[in-house]
T-cell receptor
Framework: DAGVTQSPTHLIKTRGQQVTLRCSPKSGHDTVSWYQQALGQGPQFIFQYYEEEERQRGNFPDRFSGHQFPNYSSELNVNALLLGDSALYLC?????????????FGEGSRLTVL | AQKVTQAQTEISVVEKEDVTLDCVYETRDTTYYLFWYKQPPSGELVFLIRRNSFDEQNEISGRYSWNFQKSTSSFNFTITASQVVDSAVYFCALSEAAGTASKLTFGTGTRLQVTL
């Protein structure tokens, strides 16, 4: 049973560039959430996707956008990268109706912006 | 607004010692959920426990136990007879009961180092 997989694991970009991160949820899961974790901090909620729609969003600017595909996989896009976007980006999947917060996380994509 | 405070940044213990990780939360919701997650060096967060605001019973799972006290807005986590494999960063988190199931507010984490 494959868990949550994310790609790429590491990447380096320069300011102003754009990046796309990918996530495949755990088998059978239909909901995907994205979190940003800066060094030494707790994860911060970016947004959640369910049935290919963004269902809720945290306090992140419009430069952060996402998509969910019919197979439940998801992408996170960040435009006009800033140095402060350097972080570990975590994808979490869950099954709608299983109750709040029991999330399965991937190992993350570590983004460095130079 | 919701807030989770983990005042202990880092704790070091020797194997077999007991250790308690503190968590204090703030919320205006009357119904909410509390969680603990473990983050090993590999990066993925691992779910440990969920507790709803109406269930103040303490819970024990093997060497792990959790003490939820609504009166002090605390949800502390104790590891009994710690082991080297317990070394990780531990996060306490809070969510609303209504709406999305995935919007967790995390604390800043406590790094636990267990040495031989």
């Amino acid at each position: 049973d494959a868990g949550v997989t994310q790609s790429p694991t590491h990447l380096i970009k320069t300011r102003g560039q754009q990046v796309t991160l990918r996530c495949s949820p755990k088998s059978g899961h239909d909901t995907v959430s994205w979190y940003q974790q800066a060094l030494g901090q707790g994860p911060q909620f970016i947004f959640q996707y369910y049935e290919e729609e963004e269902r809720q969003r945290g306090n992140f600017p419009d430069r952060f956008s996402g998509h969910q595909f019919p197979n439940y996989s998801s992408e996170l896009n960040v435009n006009a990268l800033l140095l402060g976007d350097s972080a570990l980006y975590l994808c979490a999947s869950s099954l709608e109706g299983r109750g709040p917060g029991e999330l399965f996380f991937g190992e993350g994509s570590r983004l460095t912006v130079l | 607004a919701q807030k989770v405070t983990q005042a202990q940044t880092e704790i070091s213990v020797v194997e077999k010692e007991d250790v308690t990780l503190d968590c204090v939360y703030e919320t205006r919701d009357t119904t909410y959920y509390l969680f603990w997650y473990k983050q090993p060096p590999s990066g993925e967060l691992v779910f440990l426990i969920r507790r709803n605001s109406f269930d103040e019973q303490n819970e024990i799972s093997g060497r792990y136990s959790w003490n939820f006290q609504k009166s002090t807005s605390s949800f502390n986590f104790t590891i009994t007879a710690s082991q080297v494999v317990d070394s990780a960063v531990y996060f306490c988190a809070l969510s609303e009961a209504a709406g999305t199931a995935s919007k967790l507010t995390f604390g800043t984490g406590t790094r636990l180092q267990v040495t031989l």
